[in-house]
C-alpha cells in the first residue's frame, strides 16, 4: 500500500499568513493526487486534483505542486474561512489512500 | 445542482448488518465511478471501496480492513449506491460518505462530490 505522509499535523497561523502543507508518498504517484478540505461536520471537499489543478469554485490562493513523491498544498494568504483540516489523498494505485490530515488553526 | 444523500446508518450490535444508500442527483450518475469513504470519530479519512461504471463492468475495489464482509452495488436505474456491510465490527463505527469521481469513467479520477454522510455505531 502507498502511504502518505502529510506535515505538519497541526499549523496555528494568523489571517494573511502564507501556509504550506507537504505531502510525501511512500512511491511514487507521478501527479494523481488530490487534495481536501474539510471542516468540523462537514464532508470533504475538493481543492486540487492532478497535484495542480485548481477545482472549479475554489478561490485562486490555493494551489498544489509537485510529482512523483513529494507535493505542496500552498494558501498564499489564509482567510478565516480557510481555518479546517487538509487532506491529501493519492488516486495512483488501489488501495486508494489518505494521508493523515493537517488542521489549521487560528493564532 | 449535484446532490449525494446517504440513509441507512444507525446503531448495530457486533457481527450484525446493516446496508447504507446513497441516492445521486444533478449529475449523470451511470457514466461515474463512485467510492465509499469513511471516517471513525475524531480520526481522518479512510478509502472503503470502488465500483466502476457499466462499461467496465462495475467492477470492484475493497480496502483490505472490509474485503470480504462488505458489499458495494449500484442500481443506475434509480441513480443509487448501496454499501452492505456484514459481520460488522466495533472499529467499523464511523461516518460513511459516498463520493463521486469527478470525471466520467475516469480511472485517475478525485473524488469531486460528496454526500453529507451517515453514521454507523456498532456497539453492544
Known amino acids: 500500500d502507498i502511504q502518505l505522509t502529510q506535515s505538519p499535523s497541526f499549523l496555528s497561523a494568523s489571517v494573511g499568513d502564507r501556509a504550506t502543507i507537504t505531502c510525501r508518498a511512500s512511491q511514487d504517484i507521478s501527479s494523481n493526487l488530490a487534495w481536501y478540505q474539510q471542516k468540523p461536520g462537514k464532508a470533504p471537499q475538493l481543492l486540487i486534483y492532478?497535484?495542480?489543478t485548481l477545482q472549479s469554485g475554489v478561490p485562486s490562493r490555493f494551489s498544489g505542486s509537485g510529482s512523483g513523491t513529494e507535493f505542496t498544498l500552498t494558501i498564499s494568504s489564509l482567510q478565516p474561512e480557510d481555518f479546517a483540516t487538509y487532506y491529501c489523498q493519492q488516486i495512483n494505485s488501489y488501495p486508494l489512500t489518505f494521508g493523515g490530515g493537517t488542521k489549521v488553526e487560528i493564532k | 445542482e449535484v446532490q449525494l444523500v446517504e440513509s441507512g446508518g444507525g446503531l448495530v450490535q457486533p457481527g450484525g448488518s446493516l446496508r447504507l444508500s446513497c441516492a445521486a442527483s444533478?449529475?449523470?450518475?451511470?457514466?461515474?465511478?463512485m467510492d465509499w469513504v469513511r471516517q471513525a470519530p475524531g480520526e481522518g479519512l479512510e478509502w472503503v471501496g470502488r465500483?466502476?461504471?457499466?462499461?467496465?463492468?462495475?467492477?470492484?475495489q475493497y480496502a483490505a480492513s472490509v474485503k470480504g464482509r462488505f458489499t458495494i452495488s449500484r442500481d443506475d436505474s434509480k441513480n443509487s449506491l448501496y454499501l452492505q456491510m456484514d459481520s460488522l465490527k466495533t472499529e467499523d463505527t464511523a461516518v460513511y460518505y459516498c463520493a463521486g469521481v469527478l470525471s466520467p469513467g475516469a480511472r485517475y479520477g478525485p473524488f469531486g462530490y460528496w454526500g453529507q454522510g451517515t453514521l454507523v455505531s456498532v456497539s453492544s
Open positions: 444533478g449529475f449523470t450518475f451511470s457514466d461515474h465511478y
Open positions: 465500483i466502476r461504471n457499466k462499461a467496465n463492468s462495475y467492477t470492484t
Open positions: 492532478a497535484a495542480s
